[in-house]
């Protein structure tokens, strides 16, 4: 199976901030990835596809990049809302992996 | 707009079976552009992935669980189910469905709510 691992596990950052997560799989994955946000009692939200696109109404200020091994995202000027954490996902292989996920905190 | 609905017992005794289902509209489970999966998080913990079935009835599991899965669709209910035998306080845990998007290559786009399942005596 494909690893995947973020990074950090935690991140301490106040609204207004850029933040960065880092996710990183055992294997190349093309541009297979996916990324998720989760707030406490909901279900994962789809926010980001094939790495870098963007789902219908998503804010711009998520982005993400990368390829084959090494993706990031990116929120740009941190908002309330988005204290949550992250989740990063491959697609490259049928057994679909999730990393550990970032908790993104005040 | 696709919406999925998880549904089943919210407490399973050890070693008895665990099953729900999850109903789905605003797309079909005969559709070949999607996996129909579902995903589990066990209370503060990370997501798992369970397994999938597509419109062929072609399944996948998670190694993991393989040995103790099924997922099965009925085309006419438009559902599709999860069945995990022999349970554990291990397998404690909230289960989401969820739509894999196969055709433009998506990833989980539509999750259900998510139903929290209990394995105790």
């Known amino acids: 199976d494909i690893q995947m691992t973020q990074s950090p596990s935690t991140l301490s950052a106040s609204v207004g901030d850029r933040v960065t997560i880092t996710c990183r799989a055992s294997?190349?994955?093309?541009?297979?990835l996916a990324w998720y946000q989760q707030k406490p009692g909901k279900a994962p939200k789809f926010l980001i596809y094939?790495?870098?696109r963007l789902e219908t109404g998503v804010p711009s200020r998520f982005s993400g990049s990368g390829s084959g091994t090494e993706f990031t995202l990116t929120i740009t000027s941190l908002q309330p809302d988005d204290f949550a954490t992250y989740y990063c996902?491959?697609?490259?292989?049928?057994?679909?992996?999730f990393g550990q996920g970032t908790k993104v905190e005040i | 707009q696709v919406q999925l609905q998880e549904s089943g017992p919210g407490l399973v005794k050890p070693s008895e079976t665990l099953s729900l289902t999850c109903n789905v509209s605003?797309?079909?489970?005969?559709?070949?552009?999607?996996?129909w999966t579902w995903i589990r998080q066990p209370p503060g913990e990370g997501l798992e992935w369970i397994g999938y079935?597509?419109?062929?009835?072609?399944?996948d599991y998670n190694p993991s669980l393989q040995s103790r899965v099924t997922i099965s669709a009925d085309a006419s209910s438009n559902q599709f189910s999860l069945r995990l035998s022999s349970v554990t306080p291990a397998d404690t845990a909230i289960y989401y469905c969820?739509?894999?998007?196969?055709?433009?290559?998506?990833?989980?786009?539509?999750w259900g709510q998510g139903t929290l399942v209990t394995v105790s005596s």
């Open positions: 079935i597509f419109y062929n009835r072609k399944t």
């Open positions: 294997q190349t994955i093309n541009k297979w």
């Open positions: 605003g797309d079909s489970v005969t559709s070949d552009g999607s996996y």
């Open positions: 969820a739509r894999d998007e196969v055709r433009h290559q998506l990833g989980f786009d539509n």
């Open positions: 094939q790495a870098s």
């Open positions: 996902q491959q697609y490259e292989s049928s057994f679909r992996t």
